[in-house]
């Protein structure tokens, strides 16, 4: 019981956190754009995602290579 009540609070917690950090985190905009479009740093998450993109591309050639190597007469 004690297993289960706190898995519930920890899922409680994770939701409210999902909830709540994007509120924290929305970007705010310059004060000397007329036009007042927020000016979001995007930077390092998709520098993140483009490596990423890059491991798993290279592994999954990694693996065609050696089961091409294995399946050799």
Not at 35 to 60: N, Q, R
Request: hydrophobic letters at 40%; proline letters at 8%.
């Amino acid at each position: 019981m004690k297993k289960y009540c706190r898995s519930v609070i920890l899922l409680g917690l994770l939701i409210l956190s999902f909830c709540i950090l994007p509120h924290l985190a929305k970007a705010i905009g310059n004060p000397d754009d007329p036009e007042g479009d927020p000016d979001a740093p995007i930077d390092g998450g998709v520098g993140v995602l483009v490596a990423a993109g890059v491991a798993y591309g290279f592994k999954k050639v990694r693996d065609e290579r050696k089961k091409k190597l294995n399946n050799l007469p």
